[in-house]
């Protein structure tokens, strides 16, 4: 089954505790990217990936890093989390107009 | 980044015809799209509108552009339960997607 899969699907954090969110994607798919989602502000793309070792700022990058070593796979990392990270995260693939979103990771950072 | 604006909330009627609206602010954008995110879901693609266009049917589904105005529509004819859900309309411009705040549509039984 073509999928996005994300983990974990939830998490409660401390603030300054590095966190790794785990995106892989078995479509073969060039593009991913990664997403937050807060109440009012809809999505907002964080870092996006036109392909292995190939990454871009998004709208909001700041606390966040990303890498792309393998096509399927495109880890978000928090190095020092802070509580207005505080989010729903989504992974997204795509090639050509689809976008494949995974199911979210929600994020508590204490 | 791009602005994408859309209302936050809507309420039908089952049976009737929906209208979730959506402007934009990047005239060069290629890709206009409506997702669907039903609660504790991600996001589903429902259709796209390719820039050139000024309307896409499917099924109940009805995709207005006016490019002009820079104003996105999305009609749902014959609402139905089912149908509650947030609606995101969505840009591209260059390799970056630009979402709008989403419209919550509750139908009413």
């Known amino acids: 089954e073509a999928q996005v899969t994300q983990n974990p699907r939830y998490l409660i954090t401390v603030t300054g505790k590095k966190l790794t969110v785990t995106c892989s994607q078995n479509?073969?798919?060039?593009?991913m990217s990664w997403y937050r989602q807060d109440p009012g502000l809809g999505l907002r793309q964080i870092y996006y990936?036109?392909?292995?070792?190939?990454?871009d700022k998004g709208d909001v990058p700041e606390g966040y890093k990303v890498s792309r070593k393998e096509k399927r796979n495109f880890p978000l990392i928090l190095e020092s989390p802070s509580p207005n990270q505080t989010s729903l995260y989504f992974c997204?693939?795509?090639?050509?107009?689809?976008?494949?979103f995974g199911p979210g990771t929600r994020l508590l950072v204490l | 980044g791009e602005d994408v604006e859309q209302s936050l909330f809507l309420s039908v009627r089952e049976g009737d015809s929906s209208v979730i609206n959506c402007t934009y602010t990047?005239?060069?954008?290629?890709?206009l799209y409506w997702y669907k995110q039903e609660p504790g879901a991600g996001l589903q693609l429902l259709t796209y509108?390719?820039?050139?266009?000024d309307m896409k049917q499917d099924q109940r589904l009805t995709v207005l552009l006016n490019k002009k105005d820079k104003h996105l529509s999305l009609r749902i004819a014959d609402t139905q339960t089912g149908d509650s859900a947030i609606y995101f309309c969505?840009?591209?411009?260059?390799?970056?997607?630009?979402f709008g705040t989403g419209t919550s549509l509750t139908v009413i039984p």
């Open positions: 509108i390719f820039s050139n266009m």
């Open positions: 990047d005239s060069s954008s290629t890709y």
């Open positions: 969505a840009e591209t411009s260059g390799n970056q997607f630009y």
């Open positions: 990936s036109m392909n292995v070792e190939v990454t």
């Open positions: 997204a693939s795509s090639q050509g107009t689809t976008q494949y």
């Open positions: 479509m073969n798919h060039e593009y």
